[in-house]
């Protein structure tokens, strides 16, 4: 019951039936209590008689192998029943499997689950019933956005897997981001202090200048990253200091605009052998390996998975209205998690991607860092 599970009521036909069938000092109700004594038949009029209940959904035995009774034929009768599919059927066996091999083994043979302790079995069955509902639930189909270049985003990946690269560049990855709808922080590139200084003014401070290079991983925790810069000269200054402690030949300046507040959010793919790509969303930011507040779905995720995705995380309360503040933006989150999804989908040579931060506001959301590797 810890588990989410009910203990149904017997019919009254379902207790007069065993009333007939069952030992006179048999306990007849749910749980039912065939005694230590019962053989095969008892078992089987027991099980037959939970699999016509109409409100019982699933059996859990507990099977103790008395040394005066045929447990073979119990369990072959378990087995029987079993094989006709109806209902699942999950069995704790209370024995010394040393002794009795061949019970043991009829079991087995049969595809009945057995657990040697009675709190593993209880666990089995609860997990397969929340299988079962997550298999019945109804998610849809996947949202398939139109204003998406998957020309764009194809030819970008193509001439990076043409040049032997595994990592794209700042530009290819925000031009790839862009190519499928996903909100981005307005954003330029510059090759050194003068050209960042020109891009800071288009963009209109404040702003935050980032270091980019393929070599260069973890780049707020190297110095490659500076918020908050007011002025042209606080731009110069940021990318002549990247300039002398990163000794990188493609090394080159993302010039982004500041974006302070909000909450932050990330979403990301990676490709899996065998599976296609799972698209995790999660609480963001520099914590997101320390708090990993994370779900997984397999693509490609339709909008009812998206929303469940929103709303399983253990912050998710912090993303909704909190103390007067506002909540995020959840159908900006959810559209940025089946864009993430859709990308995967149809330009499958990326093998990993995190968008983190994303910033989440009120109305809108918008990434500001972003990575993706082939």
Known sequence: MAGGLTIPVLSEQAKEVLTNTLFPEASIGNPLDVLATAEGKHFRAAMDTMMDEDQIDSIYINFVTAPFVDTESIAREIVEVNRQQRKPIICNLMTDKGQWTET??????????????????????????????????????PKLFQDVDQWTAKT?????????????????????????????????????????????????????VKADSGSILHKSDRGGVAVNLQNGRAVRAAVNRMSKRFDAQDLKFLIQEYLPGGKEIIVGAKAEEGLG??????????????????????????????????????????????????????????????????????????????????????????????????
């Open 104 to 141: 043991v083994r009829i079991l087995k043979d049969g595809n009945v689950p057995i657990y040697d302790f009675p709190g593993a079995a209880a666990k089995a069955l609860a997990a397969l019933a929340r299988y079962g509902e997550i298999r019945r639930r109804k998610t849809g189909k």
């Open 156 to 208: 970008i990946i193509a001439q990076a897997q043409g040049a032997g690269r595994k990592t794209l560049s700042a530009a290819e990855v925000y031009g790839i981001l862009t190519a499928y709808k996903i909100p981005v922080a307005e954003w330029r590139i510059a090759a050194n202090a003068e050209e960042a200084e020109r891009c800071a003014a288009e963009i209109g401070y404040p702003v935050v």
């Open 277 to 374: 790509h799972l698209v995790m969303f999660g609480i963001g930011g520099v914590h997101v390996e320390v708090l990993q507040d994370t779900v997984f779905k397999l693509s490609p995720v339709t909008s009812a998975e998206a929303q469940e995705m929103f709303c399983s995380l253990k912050a998710t309360p912090l993303l909704g209205a909190v103390r007067g503040k506002k909540g995020v933006d959840k159908k900006g989150v959810t559209q940025v998690i089946q864009r993430v999804s859709q990308l995967v989908t149809e330009v499958p040579g990326i093998q990993e991607m995190d968008i983190n931060p994303i910033i989440a506001y009120e109305d809108h959301v918008f990434a500001v860092d972003a990575r993706i590797s082939l």
